[in-house]
């Protein structure tokens, strides 16, 4: 099973009031655990940088000038996730910011039943109800360990990983314990009746020895 945790960093909190991605960040997972591979894109919104957002990412207009716009990554952007479920934290901020751009270049946006996107934000509450559930609280909690001065879309999605990693009963989530008591158990019997089964002849001799023992045992 392929998913993707993806995670992006904007210029703002609304698409409607003209606000753009600034960088996409994916990390693939193979039956939940991360297979290595990333997929990172910083994107020119071609728009001045607020000052608020600044703070949050760290990413400048001048770095981001010479990086290419939202319509000449899409297609890689696109292979990337394909045919795989979306794991994000807070779908509503990050799935209306994307389905605007691909809409906006004339593709189909990303439809949260058709792409089977998991909402950790919502998956977070039934698990923690009435405790702090932002990515970086439930770091905390998983003892998952955060060395960063600026939020990045590809170090949230690295971290997202890791924290529906432990949503799911952390790295011995796949271990059977029934089966590998089973295996312990044959192992055993196996080590117990594997024995030689070479049969030994005694000798006329040695049974005269043997007869010769028991009677000086007996009369001793």
Known sequence: MRSITLDIETTGLSFLEGHKIVEIGCVELLNNFPSGKTWQRYINPVREMPEEAFKIHGLSDEFLSNKPVFSEIIDDFLNFIKDSDLIIHNSKFDLPFINYELETNKRKGLDPKRNNVIDTLNLAR??????????????????????????????????????????????????????????TKENKNTQIFDYSKKIYEVTDQEKKKHQELLDFINNF
């Open 126 to 183: 039934k698990i923690h109800p009435g405790q702090s559930v932002s990515l970086d609280a439930l770091s905390r909690r998983y003892k998952i360990n955060i060395d960063r001065e600026n939020h990045g879309a590809l170090l949230d999605a690295e971290i997202l990983a890791e924290v529906y990693l432990e949503m799911n009963g952390g790295r011995q989530q796949n271990i059977n314990l029934t089966e590998n008591i089973n295996k």
